[in-house]
């Protein structure tokens, strides 16, 4: 059974940086693609950012291009998000998935992943 633990959210002011962490346990974490989406209240779950199993292969949300990375270290099961140039409009919860996919392969849906994270709360103050 997969299992995703997400950290590093908190409060920071317009302009500021955070990196989030997804820790993945239960399964081999190089045969998984990952993801971040994030939800804000009142809207629906939202792609940010994509990576594929050997971190060759990366695609953004246009709204984070050029401000969020992603990035993956495969010897620690973590994948990471650094958030830099952070907007109020960022504020949201934001969640890791696991898709188990071919090398290279990404997905931008939430329907290609089959393992959620719990969340973790990114409030942004301007």
């Known amino acids: 059974q997969v299992m995703l633990a997400e950290s590093g959210g908190g409060l920071v002011q317009a302009g500021g940086s955070l990196r989030l962490s997804c820790v993945l346990s239960g399964r081999t974490f190089s045969s998984y693609a990952m993801g971040w989406f994030r939800q804000a209240p009142g809207k629906q779950r939202e792609f940010v950012a994509t990576?594929?199993?050997?971190?060759?292969?990366?695609s953004y949300a246009d709204s984070v291009k050029g401000r969020f990375t992603i990035s993956r270290d495969n010897a620690k099961s973590t994948v990471y998000l650094q958030m830099n140039t952070l907007k109020p409009e960022d504020t949201a919860t934001y969640y890791c998935?696991?898709?188990?996919?071919?090398?290279?392969?990404?997905?931008?849906?939430?329907?290609?992943?089959?393992?959620w994270g719990q969340g973790t709360q990114v409030t942004v103050s301007s």
């Open positions: 990576i594929d199993r050997s971190g060759g292969t990366k």
């Open positions: 998935a696991a898709g188990a996919a071919a090398l290279g392969r990404v997905g931008t849906t939430q329907g290609w992943y089959g393992n």
